[in-house]
C-alpha cells in the first residue's frame, strides 16, 4: 500500500526540476501547517511531512506522489 511510510523512510518525488530523495519526518492526519503552507490533512486522507536531502526543507505530501527509495 502507498502510505505504509513510517519516519525516517528515505523515500522519493517528483519536483520540477526532477526527482528529489528525503525522509519521512511524520504522518500527518489531521489540519496543519507545515513551512508556512496549510496541509488538510485527516485520516482519510494523510499527508506525509518529507525532508529533502539537498536543501533540508520539509514539505507535505499525498502519499501517491511518494516512492520508497
Do not use: C, I
Not at 8 to 29: A, H, I, S, Y
Request: charged residues 40%; glycine residues 8%.
Amino acid at each position: 500500500m502507498a502510505d505504509d511510510f513510517k519516519p525516517g523512510d528515505k523515500v522519493e518525488w517528483n519536483t520540477p526540476q526532477g526527482k528529489t530523495q528525503g525522509k519521512v519526518v511524520e504522518k500527518l492526519t489531521s489540519r496543519t501547517e507545515v513551512e508556512g503552507q496549510t496541509v488538510a490533512a485527516s485520516d482519510d486522507d494523510p499527508r506525509y511531512v518529507v525532508e529533502s536531502e539537498k536543501s533540508g526543507k520539509r514539505a507535505a505530501h499525498k502519499p501517491d506522489s511518494l516512492k520508497k527509495a
